[in-house]
């Protein structure tokens, strides 16, 4: 949980156990083509947005100012993608 609350990557076991789902009901998740999951790991707040838009109650996404960047950060969940962004 306090992971969760600092806004850590979880494993599946951690995810598990914040989420109140069995362990395999986590790697069944994990293992989905759209979960937001980042080599074995996920986001909380990534998470919580993937359910909202299984379920019908996502709100409408704004637009993000555009960057001249490179984007390398392809399909990853959107947390993953803005620490790939940060400056070093």
């Known amino acids: 949980m306090e992971k969760r609350r600092l806004d850590q990557a ?6 598990a156990v914040c989420a109140g789902v069995s362990y395999s009901t986590a790697r069944c ?9 980042f080599r074995g790991l996920v986001f909380w707040d990534d ?3 993937w359910r909202r838009n299984h379920n ?10 555009q960057v001249d960047r490179v984007d390398i950060s392809g399909d990853l969940p959107p947390r993953a ?5 940060e400056p070093l």
Do not use: C, H, M, T
């Not at 979880?10 to 995810?15: R, S, V, Y």
């Not at 019908?56 to 100012?65: I, Q, R, T, V």
């Open 56 to 65: 019908g109650l996502a709100a409408p996404k704004e637009s993000a100012p």
């Open 81 to 85: 993608a803005r620490i790939l962004q």
């Open 10 to 15: 979880l494993n599946a076991k951690e995810f």
């Open 47 to 49: 998470f919580v947005q």
């Open 29 to 37: 998740w994990f293992r989905l083509d759209d979960f937001p999951a």
